[in-house]
């Protein structure tokens, strides 16, 4: 009974796996593209997030809370006069969403408010708000800033320890969770971070950059060796909020904390930034100023 359950899980995964890479040839990324600068919501193309988490064994029950922050840098959009209005604008979508939304027909989505028209920076926020709760499948907190209030925005980086300095020797470049120590014998609450974060697209392997920060309580977790892990994601390819979800789940469970909280903060492409967010404690991070080279 339990190989006919093992054959059917693996059947179903093979179904699914079809399924989304069919999803992900119908994208637009990777393709030519054409820019439609007239409001059209239909531009947004959502990815189930259940293949990934089937990979690292996160099913119905999220062992996790969190969010995942985008922010925009490129959205205008018309007065009722024809006057172009500028603005940045932060998305917040809850890891519980079913879908994400794939980053280039996000950013399609965005320059087609271009040359279309609406009477108030509400409206656009309104609108903006409905449409990535739809196409992501839950509530999608959007906040549109005016550039006289973007101006004031703080640069930042991580609190901690930074990891970069240390003195280890790299030569793994694929995910390799069995990197992760702990002292035994050690117990701690710390926060460590490193500004060497790089994976792949999943779909056209472009590089994405980032620092990530990570909270704990638990058996010390050895510096070296979590910085040969973080080292390991270089040639890696998966989408941003995956690849968190796969830190925190390998370190979860080679290094069984007490408490664990994942901040990734990637740099931007084509506009838009994305700062995922993955903690068995906190709901949201306590700040959300962009990282300095954001």
């Not at 970069?164 to 460590?192: A, G």
Request: net charge neutral; proline share 4%.
């Amino acid at each position: 009974a339990t190989a006919s359950v093992v054959s059917m899980k693996r059947k179903n995964r093979v179904k699914k796996l079809k399924l989304e890479t069919k999803s992900h040839t119908l994208s637009p990324l990777g393709k030519a593209t054409t820019y439609i600068s007239e409001y059209q919501r239909e531009l947004l193309f959502p990815i189930s997030r259940t293949l990934n988490r089937d990979e690292i064994q996160v099913f119905d029950k999220l062992p996790f809370k969190g969010v995942d922050i985008w922010n925009a840098y490129e959205l205008s959009w018309l007065n009722l006069q024809g006057k172009p209005v500028v603005a940045l604008a932060q998305f917040v979508f809850p890891c519980e969403s079913p879908n994400i939304i794939e980053s280039k027909s996000f950013k399609l989505y965005l320059n087609s408010f271009t040359n279309s028209k609406f009477a108030s920076v509400e409206i656009v926020r309104d609108i903006l708000a409905q449409d990535l709760s739809d196409f992501s499948g839950n509530i999608c907190k959007v906040d549109v800033i005016p550039l006289e209030l973007a101006r004031e925005t703080k640069i930042k980086s991580f609190s901690g320890i930074c990891l970069d300095s240390l003195n280890v020797e790299c030569d793994r470049y694929h995910v390799e969770p069995t990197l992760l120590r702990v002292d035994e014998k050690t117990h701690i609450e710390e926060v460590v971070y490193s500004d060497l974060l790089k994976s792949n697209c999943l779909v056209t392997g472009q590089p994405d950059w980032g620092s990530v920060q990570i909270q704990y309580s638990g058996q010390k977790i050895q510096h070296e060796s979590l910085l040969k892990y973080i080292v390991s994601f270089r040639n890696h390819n998966e989408f941003h909020e995956q690849c968190v979800e796969r830190i925190f789940m390998d370190i979860m469970r080679q290094c069984q904390p007490n408490k664990l909280t994942v901040h990734a903060c990637y740099t931007r492409r084509g506009g838009l930034d994305i700062n995922p967010f993955r903690s068995t404690e906190w709901e949201a991070p306590g700040e959300t100023a962009r990282q300095f080279r954001q």
